[in-house]
């Protein structure tokens, strides 16, 4: 039971938990409508909150069937949230809380607290999971101690820490460090095991293993392997050792999110932990490495070091990504991963940013928590730290980083700890620094400039529009990494990071020859979009010379952009200097071929309709997605030659391997292809169909083959080859809707949903089908409504079910306020049909609330 009304959650009104947890028993007898939980934790006063206090347990979905304190019996006060103890019921000192509560895993759809999955038994407990499972103060500043027994008949049970006794049916496991409620995991079930080892710098041997289904152990080496690599790196680059005798993951079918950091257990959405040549793409690969980083890299920024509350969620996300990234870059190509990230925060963080759901990064108030596990939290995060690294230097992020785990083990901390953390290792005062975590909102940078009797001098003035709860913006910290060329090529000043810390604010660089091209925000040096018109010749200039290879693929996108938007809005054909420049990367071989795969994508529909509604006009879907189709035949017309020689030369004949270089040959690839595909009416891609020897290449000519009208054979065999492999038959329900034509989008979307595999109540499948018709802009947009309507009735039909995921997914129609006035009022009237809806969960309630506005 949810609140009636509920109220919102204030970061103004923490106050620490009266009471601390001196240490945590469970016993679970399982049985999957009729679990028992038997807690035994030992509470003492908190001399932070000195008085007497009433015993306050979060606790919901669960039944009482006993209650004591010191061996007592009592029967406390419960309602939906959890009970209530009144202080003159506890001893003054500390004490003993005992209580048997029945759950039942099975029944449970929302794959919070202990759920069943696939006849296993696994646990999500963040963010506030574990009051499903047992009464407890269930917020992250309550660490302790955890010691479990699992009853049950199954032959592998696992919890946290390391195992210390076992028998016949049951098992026990200990964990040492103190943690709160949101990192506790158990699974059991009847799992296979592929094993490693890793022995820490200090020399102990840790025994690693995943646990899979039978039959799955073949898809595991590759996990294994980006495991031992994340182990090692984070003791190299960060001096990080891990801390208990085993190391656990589990790959699980249903999963709300990707994957979870639980101390010594971590599960995994089984997507991000299986992987073949034949059944996981190169993306895949990638996404398994960096992920299984990301929760390693957890132990430390996240379970060591904790959250003290949930407003506080970038302390460990915004650092945790930027750790994998930074582990991404150095295990692949640094500036194409760059790239990517770039591409993905723009796509995602600045689409939250610019829309009704824009909240800081460090939030001040929710109603679900849930529902701050956000691109903003995450990936600008993540942004905020690269840019104070930028700003302290690596020795200063070194010093400052050491600083934060000596001073914070331990602790459940804050954002103030970790800034000051930088202040005492620089000597730097990040006061206005801090607005980046405060305030909502992308800057725009206007960039002027100025060349006098040798001196050029650049003037950037910073602008936030206003944000839900947020009118008025005061300047922020801006590193603005900038080179500058000389008209010959030549970089006349190399990258430098100027810091901007006004409103308006110029910058001037004497003693140059010639009026030098800028190349601004190298890298990305802060997440700010840069408004600057630029003739296309500078950019193309750029294009060709920069030596930051970020700016260059930046200059290469936003002609790109610049000759769609023309295109759009005049009809006009499309640019031949432009085609040309790409040409030239295209074979430039002294480039990486994944990063000539990147210039050769095109800006996506969605950030086309975006940059029109930023130009005050709005997108028009359909001939959005019809003049970004022209410019591609009009490339592939123009660089036929070079694109079939390209795609010829780029096979990766002999066995598979996922490795960077390879993976951006296949990508380089089906770049090519994709844009011959406009031309040759899917001949190469039916080919490479028939003779693709990894997942990479069947998907991408499947792709092609749907996109040029002839995928019905295709799609039958893929489905044929691979109807047992439920990830493999995600990626059929998602590529037919990514690329089905724009007005036979919705109807695609109907069928697929019919089909006996839409195993909807799967957060997997749901996604592919929903998230893919989403993602297929001109389709979900077209103008019929058709496909707002069939999204809205699936949310509604899933909000009961599983509550989370559909209040994720109603992100879709968060940039509604973009477009023409009769889109406006089709999306809008969905929105108000699920808000009107009498029992929506407080979930969707608040995101169709906010997006509404
Ligand atoms: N902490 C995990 C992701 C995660 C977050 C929330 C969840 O349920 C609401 C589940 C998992 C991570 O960052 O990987
Ligand atoms: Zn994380």
Redesign the pocket.
């Known amino acids: 039971m949810k609140d009636a009304a509920p109220q919102p959650t204030l970061l103004a009104e923490y106050q620490p938990y009266p009471f601390t947890v001196t240490g945590v028993e469970l016993t679970f007898r399982l049985a999957p409508a009729a679990t028992r939980v038997i807690a035994k934790i030992g509470f003492a006063p908190n001399p932070e909150r000195p008085g007497r206090h009433d015993l306050r347990l979060d606790g919901e979905t669960l039944t009482l069937i006993s209650a004591a304190v010191d061996g007592r019996p009592l029967s406390p006060t419960i309602d939906g949230a959890g009970l209530t103890v009144p202080a003159a019921a506890l001893p003054q000192g500390p004490f003993t809380w005992e209580a048997e509560v029945e759950i039942d895993p099975k029944g449970n759809t929302a794959l ?1 607290g202990l759920y069943m999955s696939g006849g296993m038994y696994c646990t ?1 407990c ?2 506030e ?1 574990f009051r499903k499972i047992t009464f407890y103060p269930d917020r992250p500043d309550v660490m302790a101690p955890f010691k479990v027994r699992i009853e049950s008949d199954l032959p592998v049970l696992l919890s946290n820490g390391n195992p210390t006794a076992e028998g016949e049916g049951w098992a026990e496991w200990t964990d040492p460090w103190p943690k709160p409620a949101y990192l506790f995991a158990l699974v059991a079930g009847d799992l296979a095991a592929v094993r490693d080892s890793f022995t820490t710098m200090s020399g102990r041997k840790v025994d690693l293993a995943i646990w899979v289904r039978d039959g799955d152990q073949d898809r595991c080496p590759y996990a294994m392997d980006s495991l031992i690599r994340s182990m090692k790196w984070d003791e190299e680059a960060y001096g990080r050792e891990y801390d208990l005798d085993v190391f656990n993951i589990v790959a699980v079918d249903d999963f ?6 639980n101390k010594g257990l971590n599960i995994f959405n089984s997507k991000l932990v299986l992987a073949s040549p034949e059944t996981a793409t190169d993306a895949d690969f990638e996404r398994i490495e960096g ?1 299984i980083a ?2 390693y890299f ?1 132990n430390w920024t ?1 379970n060591r070091i904790t959250c003290r509350d949930w407003f506080q969620l970038c302390l ?2 915004g650092l ?1 990504v930027f750790r994998d990234q930074e582990f991404t870059s150095d295990m692949r190509s640094a500036p194409v991963k760059r790239i990517d990230d770039v591409l993905t925060l723009r796509a995602r963080q600045f689409r939250e940013d610019m829309g009704p759901l824009a909240h800081p990064v460090r939030p001040d108030s929710y109603f679900e928590i ?1 529902n701050f ?1 956000t691109a903003t939290v ?1 990936e600008k995060g993540a942004e905020v730290i690269g840019m104070l690294k930028r700003l302290v230097g690596e020795d200063g992020y070194r010093r400052a980083l050491d600083l934060y785990f000596d001073r914070h083990d331990g602790d459940a901390a804050t954002i103030e700890d970790w800034l000051k953390v930088f202040e005492d290792a620089t000597g730097r005062d990040l006061a206005q620094f801090k607005r980046w975590y405060t305030d909502a909102g992308t800057p725009r940078l206007a960039v002027t400039e100025d060349w006098q009797d040798g001196a050029y001098t650049l003037t950037f003035t910073q602008k936030t529009a206003p944000t839900p709860g947020q009118d008025v913006k005061a300047p922020r910290v801006i590193p603005i990494a900038v080179g500058l060329l000389n008209p010959n090529g030549d970089e006349v000043v190399p990258t430098t990071v100027l810091e901007m810390s006004k409103a308006t604010q110029s910058f001037r660089f004497d003693g140059l020859s010639a009026r030098p091209v800028p190349s601004l925000l190298r890298g990305f040096s802060a997440p700010v979009v840069l408004d600057r018109a630029v003739e296309p010749a500078e950019r193309a200039f750029l294009l060709a010379h920069d030596t930051d290879p970020f700016n260059r693929w930046e200059a290469g996108r936003a002609l790109a952009k610049d000759v769609l938007i023309t295109m759009i809005a005049d009809g006009t054909d499309p640019d031949g200097g432009f085609i040309d420049a790409l040409g030239r990367l295209l074979a430039d071989e002294t480039l990486d071929p994944a990063f000539r795969a990147l210039c050769l994508r095109l800006p996506s529909e969605d950030d086309l309709a975006q940059t029109l509604h930023d130009a005050g006009r709005a997108p028009d879907p359909a001939h959005i997605h019809g003049q970004r189709k022209r410019l591609a035949t009009a490339i592939a017309r123009r660089l036929e030659t070079p694109l079939a020689a390209t795609y010829a030369a780029m096979a990766t004949p002999g066995a598979f391997s996922p490795d960077a270089a390879s993976a951006g040959r296949r990508a380089l690839r089906l770049a090519c292809l994709a844009l011959l595909n406009r031309i040759d009416g899917g001949d190469r891609a039916a080919a490479l169909y028939n003779d693709a020897g990894n997942m990479t290449e069947s998907a991408g000519a499947l792709a092609c083959l749907i996109e040029a009208g002839r995928g019905e054979a295709a799609t039958n065999a893929f489905y044929e080859r691979w109807h047992e492999n439920r990830l493999v038959i995600d990626k059929w329900f998602m590529i037919q809707l990514l690329h089905a034509a724009p007005d036979k989008t919705a109807a695609t979307a109907e069928r697929l949903a019919a089909h006996p595999d839409f195993d909807w109540k799967n957060p997997n499948r749901f996604r592919a089908l929903m998230g893919a018709l989403s993602a297929n802009h001109a389709g979900f947009h077209d103008a019929s409504g058709a496909a707002y309507r069939f999204y809205a009735d699936w949310l509604l039909k899933l909000d009961p079910v599983n509550p ?1 995921i559909t209040a994720r997914m109603s992100t879709a129609f968060e940039t509604w306020a973009r477009y023409d006035a009769d889109r406006k009022a089709l999306i809008r009237a969905e929105l108000s049909r699920i808000l009107h809806h009498p029992s929506l969960s407080r979930d969707t309630r608040e995101m169709v609330t906010r997006i509404l506005g």
Not at 256 to 261: R, V
């Open positions: 919070e999500q963040e963010a999971g709300n999110m990707g994957a979870m950091e992920v990301h929760e957890h996240g460990k996300e945790t849930n596990y995450y989370q």
